[in-house]
Structures are given as C-alpha cells and as structure tokens.
T-cell receptor, first 112, second 116 residues
Framework: GENVEQHPSTLSVQEGDSAVIKCTYS??????FPWYKQELGKGPQLIID?????GEKKDQRIAVTLNKTAKHFSLHITETQPEDSAVYFC???????????FGSGTQLTVLP | DTEVTQTPKHLVMGMTNKKSLKCEQH?????MYWYKQKAKKPPELMFV???????INESVPSRFSPECPNSSLLNLHLHALQPEDSALYLC???????????????FGAGSRLTVL
C-alpha cells in the first residue's frame, strides 16, 4: 500500500518568513495530493491540493509543488502569519487503494 | 451548504454504555467516512460508505458499528468500548470514492470521545 512520509514534525518560523513542509510517497499510482490544516479542536481543513498531471499550484500565499519522478511534494507558505500556526498534514490518494494515506503531520508555529 | 456536521462535540461514556455519534452533510456527496484521530497523530481510516453501502472496513473491532441510513447521514454506534478508544472521531464526505476530481474530502469538526 501507499506510504507517505512527512518532514519536519515541528517547524517554527518568524512572522513574515516562509515555511516549507516536505512529503514523499511510495505508490507510483497515487494521483492526488491534498494538504490539510488542522487547528486545535477542529477537523482538518483542505487548504490546497494538486493532481499528478500538474507540477505546481498556487493560491495566494500557499503553493504546492509535485515531483512525480522523485515521488515528493512540498507545501510552501510565504509571508507567514500567526494564524498559520496549526498542524499540517499531507496525503496521497491511490486509485487502487481507494483511500487517502496521511503523512504524520507537521506542527507549524509562527512566532510574532 | 458546504459543511459536515457532527454531534455530539464531546462524549464521555463508561465501558458498558451504548452511545452513537452522528454525522450529516447536505452537499450531495455519495461517499462518507469515519476516521479516528489520536492526539498528535494523523487521522486513521475506519469505514467508508459509498452510495449508502459499506465499501471499506479497515479491520475495526466490532464494538464500533457504522450505519448509513441515507445519503446524508452517517452514524457510528459504540458499545463496550475500552479506554484506549478515547480519541477524536472525524466524519468526512466526498463526491465519490474513486473518480477524478471526486476524492476531495470535507471533514467535520469531530466528536471527542472519552471512555472511562
């Protein structure tokens, strides 16, 4: 089955700096890669996603890049703000497994 | 309406109790999911319903019993739970379970369960 590894497990940045979270996946058949943000006491919220036929996608301060050859994808947050502080999960969707496999999560702290 | 609503938000139960968690969505999604999430861990898939039929059961103990009465509702019946079952139980939905563009999950806020 699919295995998704996520790094780092914790990340602290100064407000205004950029943050990068990286994930690797094992199943070459995976074709959909969402990123979820989970704030304390809430369910995960989809913030951006990318499909395997696209190399990069951007939405305001958030961008995701995908390298299918190397089987890794990354989340980039620019001009970080304190409200970006949360746990971020990457995930990979394999059509054969019909389910998402989540990474282990990254606790992002943006220091004012 | 782009929400998944879960009730109750918090539940405390003894090991001999029977309780239920409820989930509702009105987005016309035909796939609904139950996930279990322990503190500082990613969500773990428990069950998937597709068109009101159980599609995936990730070897979950029988003390957890899912039910999908209709396309908008999903229940999780709890009986004889153990303290280690204490966790955040998340419901999610998607348009379908396997189709391009259809596997985007929308999560509810979760039901925090404590088993004494």
């Amino acid at each position: 089955g699919e295995n998704v590894e996520q790094h780092p497990s914790t990340l602290s940045v100064q407000e205004g700096d950029s943050a990068v979270i990286k994930c690797t996946y094992s199943d070459s058949a995976s074709n959909y890669f969402p990123w979820y943000k989970q704030e304390l006491g809430k369910g995960p919220q989809l913030i951006i996603d990318i499909r395997s036929n696209v190399g990069e996608k951007k939405d305001q301060r958030i961008a995701v890049t995908l390298n299918k050859t190397a089987k890794h994808f990354s989340l980039h947050i620019t001009e970080t703000q304190p409200e970006d502080s949360a746990v971020y999960f990457c995930a990979g969707f394999s059509g054969s497994a019909r389910q998402l496999t989540f990474g282990s999560g990254t606790q992002l702290t943006v220091l004012p | 309406d782009t929400e998944v609503t879960q009730t109750p938000k918090h539940l405390v139960m003894g090991m001999t109790n029977k309780k239920s968690l409820k989930c509702e969505q009105h987005m016309g999604h035909r796939a609904m999911y139950w996930y279990k999430q322990k503190a500082k861990k990613p969500p773990e898939l428990m069950f998937v319903y597709s068109y009101e039929k159980l599609s995936i059961n990730e070897s979950v103990p029988s003390r957890f019993s899912p039910e999908c009465p209709n396309s908008s509702l999903l229940n999780l019946h709890l009986h004889a739970l153990q303290p280690e079952d204490s966790a955040l139980y998340l419901c999610a939905s998607s348009q379908a379970i396997q189709a391009p563009g259809a596997n985007v999950l929308t999560f509810g806020a979760g039901s925090r369960l404590t088993v004494l």
